[in-house]
């Protein structure tokens, strides 16, 4: 590879990341809606929503303490080795004007390290003409993602703050609560009727331990049974424990993420009836042989279940009570960013890999073709190009209504 062919590999690289990212979120959310319209009972279940995804789909990055999402910080890494190729003569061409009163070449650009020079009065016109809408585009993405980082920094992202502290709420319950072997038994079963054969040999194997604690330890650890009994078995989490029961991982790594997340796991949300009522568990019976029907003990137990509901069903509640304007924003990022980043990097793919490699464009014509002359011989490109302009426009009417 020569050395003004580096320049060009490196924007083509950068770019393909761009493309691929913005592909997998768009994908994510067509096929949440594909799921959602085809399903044979409708549902409401978080699960369906890939807009929860975007809370807690991506891992934090840790930087001083600013919880970064590393998607957020990826695209602003890549925006800024982007802005620094495509502006970084612009910049300087600025502070020789000002400093020295140099004149300054009007619509020329120059990228950093790259021999050639983009001008609109002279060669293509075509070739600025798309250097320059990507120089704008980059331009506004690196603004974009900076901010993002500033509000994160700064704490303006309230909406965003709240729907994971929120979420975070949840996990941590589920987290305190939840004991990994019953769990890990019940999900592992063979037949879908032995749930509470399995919890009664589980408080036989455990009773003598049980019993020798204090009224308030066998409180907590009774709560933490009839708990994770709950969530192993109820409807509004089966899903994800049907997933969970799929995937061959040791028993730590399943109970560790488990509590993951939790609240995209559910599959009822509505009007956040996610646990059943205390009266109607189907586990009281064995649980109340196990502490020999000690009313202060029952009511006790059903105090602290009612409140591990009311809490989970309270965060829920916060999660979803400002649905609509999440998903406003969700579909306007989706359009503005993703689509508008999809079709800019398919033109920067195309244009520096078949204009600026010239060894590609030559094996394709023999000799060397501008982009000009390669749309006077080949006017194909320039229908495929309007064709990809009208999929992306009917992509975004999509977005919108669905």
């Known amino acids: 590879m020569s050395y003004n062919s580096v320049i060009p590999f490196i924007i083509i690289l950068l770019f393909t990341t761009i493309f691929v990212i913005n592909i997998v979120q768009l994908s994510t959310f067509y096929y949440s809606k594909f799921i959602t319209k085809t399903a044979h009972v409708k549902s409401n279940a978080p699960r369906y929503e890939s807009l929860y995804d975007t809370y807690c789909g991506y891992s934090k990055y840790s930087i001083n303490n600013l919880q970064i999402n590393s998607n957020t910080l990826l695209n602003a890494i890549i925006f800024f080795i982007l ?42 016109k075509s070739e600025y003409s798309i250097v320059s809408w990507l120089w704008y585009y980059v331009l506004a993405m690196f603004i974009y993602y900076l901010l993002k980082i500033i509000i994160t920094y700064i704490g303006y992202n309230t909406n965003e703050i709240d729907v994971q502290e929120n979420m975070g709420g949840i996990d941590d319950i589920v987290k305190k609560n939840m004991k990994c072997d ?83 796991s559910l599959s009822n949300t509505n009007n956040n009836e996610i646990f059943t009522e ?29 409140m591990l509901k009311d809490n989970i069903e309270r965060y829920s509640a916060n999660i979803t009570k400002n649905k609509d304007y999440y998903n406003t924003y969700y579909q ?4 503005c960013i993703n689509l508008l980043s ?52 009917l992509l975004a009417i999509l977005i919108i209504i669905l």
Not at 101 to 113: S, T, V
Not at 351 to 360: D, P
């Open 83 to 124: 802005f620094i190729i495509f502006n970084s003569t612009y910049i300087l061409n600025l502070k020789s004007y000002y400093l020295n009163n140099m004149h300054i070449i009007p619509n020329e650009i120059k990228l950093k390290g790259y021999d050639k020079y983009f001008n609109k009065s002279i060669k293509s």
């Open 182 to 264: 019953l769990y890990n038994s019940i999900i592992y079963k063979e037949g879908y009727d032995q749930d509470i054969e399995i919890l009664s040999k589980y408080i036989k194997l455990n009773i003598k331990r049980i019993n020798q604690l204090t009224d308030i330890d066998k409180i907590e650890e009774v709560g933490k049974i009839l708990f994770t009994y709950e969530v192993s078995t109820g409807t509004s989490f089966f899903h994800n424990n049907k997933k969970l029961s799929l995937k061959n991982k040791d028993n730590n790594d399943i109970c560790n993420e488990v509590s993951k997340c939790f609240f995209v």
């Open 278 to 306: 205390f009266d109607m568990l189907e586990s009281r019976d064995v649980i109340f042989q196990l502490i020999n029907y000690d009313q202060h003990i029952m009511k006790e137990l059903k105090t602290g279940y009612l």
């Open 332 to 335: 306007s990022h989706l359009i």
């Open 342 to 393: 999809v079709y800019f990097s398919m033109s920067a793919i195309i244009f520096f890999g078949l204009f600026e490699f010239t060894g590609i464009n030559k094996l394709i014509n023999s000799y060397y073709l501008d982009i000009d002359s390669f749309y006077i011989i080949y006017p194909l490109l320039s229908y495929i190009n309007k064709f990809i302009k009208l999929i992306l426009v």
